[in-house]
């Protein structure tokens, strides 16, 4: 009977990547620019700043499904390349580190980030710029209803209602704790402090009904503070004001 191969000596890299591993790498990234460009995980886009940040979205998750596949695809490689073989016993095969391929995938991912961080920045910096707008609506929260004051009307409504195409700035305050305004089709989110302004500016691209959202905890009726956006043609919008003036 023949006795159990015993596994071959500790040696180096068994041989350096070929052709095959560069492209293998250039198919993982063009899959993973293709899931950023077509899998639409967002809602409808109500308002021009949206754009930025849906471009953002797929770009971040364009990185992370290459990265993700690209890791996998190292993973079941390791798994079928380096299994134990039938009759083999003991240790498997010591491979040696490669300094190429650590410093690859130490800078790789920390400039990934940093270009990440720049971009997110010129995003930012973009949407919290003031700009004037002809309608300036007051929002006040408290726990656990927001109000909408419309001053140069003379209007308080439960409800922001807003034209479709013409900006908006929101002048935010807090009566007691912090809470966050969030309108997830217009992808935009500001809190709102205790005796402090915070500003926020828009422009409505689709008439419709849209969920206002506190998306900071503020106590215990947290859950239930709920408001929308009427956006409305400018025409309709101006019969509400007529209607409720």
């Not at 293998?24 to 293709?34: A, D, E, N, Q, R």
């Not at 580190?97 to 650590?102: A, D, I, T, V, Y």
Request: hydrophobic share 50%.
């Amino acid at each position: 009977m023949d006795s159990p191969r015993a596994d071959p000596p500790a040696r180096g890299l068994p041989r350096a990547a070929g052709p095959g591993a560069a492209i293998f790498t250039l198919l993982v990234i063009l899959s993973g620019l293709l899931v950023g460009h077509f899998v639409d995980l967002m809602p409808a886009v109500g308002s021009e700043e949206a754009g930025l940040i849906d471009t953002l979205f797929r770009t971040m998750l364009g990185i992370a499904a290459a990265v993700f596949l690209l890791v996998l695809g190292a993973l079941l490689y390791a798994l079928l390349r380096f299994r134990r073989r039938p009759g083999h016993v003991g240790e498997g095969i010591s491979i040696r580190g490669s300094n190429r391929l650590e410093l690859a995938w130490t800078f790789m991912p920390a400039l990934i980030v940093f270009w990440l961080a720049a971009y997110s920045s010129q995003v930012l910096v973009r949407l919290r710029a003031q700009r004037e707008a002809p309608l300036v609506v007051q929002v006040v929260a408290s726990q656990f209803v927001w109000q909408f004051n419309y001053p140069e009307y003379n209007i308080t409504s439960p409800e922001l209602h807003v034209p479709a195409g013409s900006p908006v700035q929101l002048e935010l305050m807090s009566e007691d704790v912090i809470h966050s305004l969030w309108v997830p089709a217009f992808r935009l989110k500001q809190d709102a402090l205790p005796q402090t302004s915070t500003f926020l500016s828009f422009t409505a691209t689709l008439p419709g009904e849209f969920p206002i959202v506190c998306a900071e905890l503020c106590g215990v009726g947290h859950a239930v503070m709920r408001s929308q956006v009427v956006v409305q043609e400018p025409a309709d919008f101006s019969r509400w004001l007529a209607e409720h003036g």
